[in-house]
Each structure stands twice: as structure tokens, then as C-alpha cells.
Nanobody, 123 residues
Framework: QVQLVESGGGLVQTGDSLRLSCVASGRTISDYAMAWFRRVPGKEREFVSAITKNGGDLYYADSVKGRFTISRNNANRTVHLQMDYLKPEDTAIYYC????????????????WGQGTQVTVSS
């Protein structure tokens, strides 16, 4: 089992950057593929980005490709999401998630979830 805690959210303006962090405790993070999802109230949780257990493969939603970068440091038990050129439509609660199997775009793959961090982008 692994516990996930996100941080780094906040209120920014269009074009600004934020760096989200997810710190894992419990079982070693290298046993998990990791991902970021986001949710806007009233909508389904949406895939943002994922990274394989060894960090060798990265995946992005089309809406964030070229603007967001996912990374991980297994020694420090952290996963980051660097978000550049933020847009108002990026406003959401961002969740870190861990999968004991594969890095996919499907929410049901992920067994463990953090509580989320709010990102608000003003126009």
C-alpha cells in the first residue's frame, strides 16, 4: 500500500507556470506506475499524464502535450508535474495516482489516490 500527498497548487494567471508534487509513503514508489488526473466539478476525472515505473515512457493528454511535463524521482519518492503556459481550462483539482501494473490513461487502472490539489488559472 502507498499513501500519496499532492502539493503545489494555487491561483495563477494565464501563461504562468506551476509545479505540482506528489510525495509517496509506504511501499516503495518504484513498484508503481504513476499518473496525474484532474477533475472539474460536475465532470468525470480526466487523464492528464502518466509515467512508467522506471520513468522510461511518458504519456500525455492531447490538451496538455507540449505544455506539461511529468517526471519522477524514485529515490525521493516523488512525482512532479511541471505545468507551463497555463490556460483557464486547466483549472481543476489535480490528483496523483499510483498503479501497481501499467501506466495507462484509464482511471480504473490506478489503485491509490491522493486527496488532490486545486489549480486555478485566471484569464
Amino acid at each position: 500500500q502507498v499513501q500519496l500527498v499532492e502539493s503545489g497548487g494555487g491561483l495563477v494567471q494565464t501563461g504562468d507556470s506551476l509545479r505540482l508534487s506528489c510525495v509517496a509513503s509506504g511501499r516503495t514508489i518504484s513498484d508503481y506506475a504513476m499518473a496525474w488526473f484532474r477533475r472539474v466539478p460536475g465532470k468525470e476525472r480526466e487523464f492528464v499524464s502518466a509515467i512508467t515505473k522506471n520513468g522510461g515512457d511518458l504519456y500525455y493528454a492531447d490538451s496538455v502535450k507540449g505544455r506539461f511535463t511529468i517526471s519522477r524521482n524514485n529515490a525521493n519518492r516523488t512525482v512532479h508535474l511541471q505545468m507551463d503556459y497555463l490556460k483557464p481550462e486547466d483549472t481543476a483539482i489535480y490528483y496523483c495516482a499510483a498503479s501497481p501494473t501499467l501506466a495507462t490513461r484509464n482511471v480504473i487502472t490506478y489503485r491509490y489516490w491522493g486527496q488532490g490539489t486545486q489549480v486555478t488559472v485566471s484569464s
